[in-house]
């Protein structure tokens, strides 16, 4: 069995590059309330896990648009977590990922997954072959805002 290397729950970054702070109370640690209409950024790093998983879990009220896995090996002193220029991240494969979704309304489509709202719900993305240095999830708020929190645990 590998080692953690990673830690288990990740603060967002609102695109405007302002760290978030956790305010949510539905699911307690970890839980953060996003703004409808707002893209985040959960940067969960990458380089010491070839192997990864992340695991978000969502409040009925929100509606989420996508939430996109994408990999960067840039240093963040030069891409920022919250860059959004063409090039800077890229989406995952999914031939390198295994994506669940639970939940009413909850949809996995090559490995973005969408929520319309109304229901609980969740994605657990199973990463293997994780080549990137750094790898964020990029969660974009439809028309409702909610509570959202996102772990993840890391292997060599």
Known sequence: MGRQTTSAYVTPVKSDGVLQTAS???FGRGSFTLVAGTTYYFPVRGADSPVM???AQWDAAIVLTTLTVED????ESEVSN???A???WFKKSTTTM???VEGAGVSNTS????ATGGALGGAFWNISS???RRTRVAVVVGATGGELRLGHWGKE
Not at 72 to 75: E, I, Q, S
Not at 111 to 114: A, F, I, K, P
Request: net charge negative.
């Open 111 to 114: 490995g973005v997954v969408d």
């Open 72 to 75: 960067c090996n840039m240093d």
């Open 24 to 26: 949510g109370t539905e």
């Open 86 to 88: 063409a090039g800077d």
């Open 130 to 132: 994780n080549g990137a």
């Open 53 to 55: 998983s992340i695991h």
């Open 98 to 100: 295994f994506v669940n």
């Open 82 to 84: 919250y860059a959004d």
